[in-house]
Every structure is written in C-alpha cells, then in structure tokens.
C-alpha cells in the first residue's frame, strides 16, 4: 500500500492507505490481513496482560461486521451485532479473563448465565452455592 501522506500522523496515513486500497480493489482482505497479522497471540508474550484488551476493543468493533477475532487470534464470522449493547456484551468475555486467572472450572460451569449478563454478584452468589 502506497502512504498517501507521510507528514499525517500515523493514524491517519493508516487510515488514508487503507481506505485509498480498499477503494482500488473493492474487497477488504488487506484489513483483515492486518488483522491477523497483528492480533496472533505470540506477539504478546512479553506483555500478555496487552492481548485480551486489545481483542476485546477490536471485537466490539468487528461485532457490527460480523466477525471477532478469538483467543487463538483467529478471525471468525459471527452473528452481526445491530445494538452498541449487543457488541459489548460481546466483546467483554468476563470468562476469557477468569479462565486467564485461572478460575475454578466449576464457577465458569455454575454461573455462565450470569457472567453473560455482567451480574457478578449473582454470578459468585451461584458458584458459591454451587460448590458448597
């Protein structure tokens, strides 16, 4: 891709570089090579606490397309989002981040209905009652 501008800021040549592609060759494969490129968990290893917030931003975005990238740094097609709300819910995966903390298995199997709804107290309410 040709840099449009170089005195731009980066963004913004990304942008214009991206947009100035996709205009010429009308499909959007350079996007989703970037995509892929940059989300492949390995590129974290440094700094692992980095990966899951980036997805979890770039899925909110991907949700109103119909795809989100998985733990695995896959794209995948999903259901397209048409609510703000929708794609959040989406894109949060509490359980994604106790499964990295090491969660127990059992609060996950216990407590799936109120992890979607973001009720995390209801969520350690059942994983409690649960285990005992």
Not at 12 to 35: K, M, T
Not at 85 to 92: G, I, Y
Not at 116 to 122: M, P
Request: charged share 30%; glycine share 2%.
């Amino acid at each position: 891709m040709k840099d449009s501008d170089p005195s731009l800021t980066k963004r913004h040549r990304l942008y214009n570089a991206f947009a100035v592609n996709q205009n010429e060759r009308q499909d959007r494969l350079a996007i989703l090579a970037l995509i892929r490129k940059t989300m492949k968990p390995e590129r974290f290893a440094r700094e692992p606490e980095r990966f899951e917030p980036l997805r979890a931003n770039l899925n909110l975005a991907l949700a109103f397309a119909g795809m989100c990238v998985t733990e695995a740094g896959e794209l995948e097609s999903t259901e397209k989002a048409s609510t703000l709300s929708e794609a959040k819910r989406r894109a949060q995966e509490l359980r994604a981040d106790l499964i990295s903390r090491g969660a127990h298995p059992d609060v996950l199997r216990f407590c799936s209905e109120e992890l979607l709804a973001d009720n995390y107290f209801h969520a350690v309410l059942e994983a409690v009652k649960k285990l005992a």
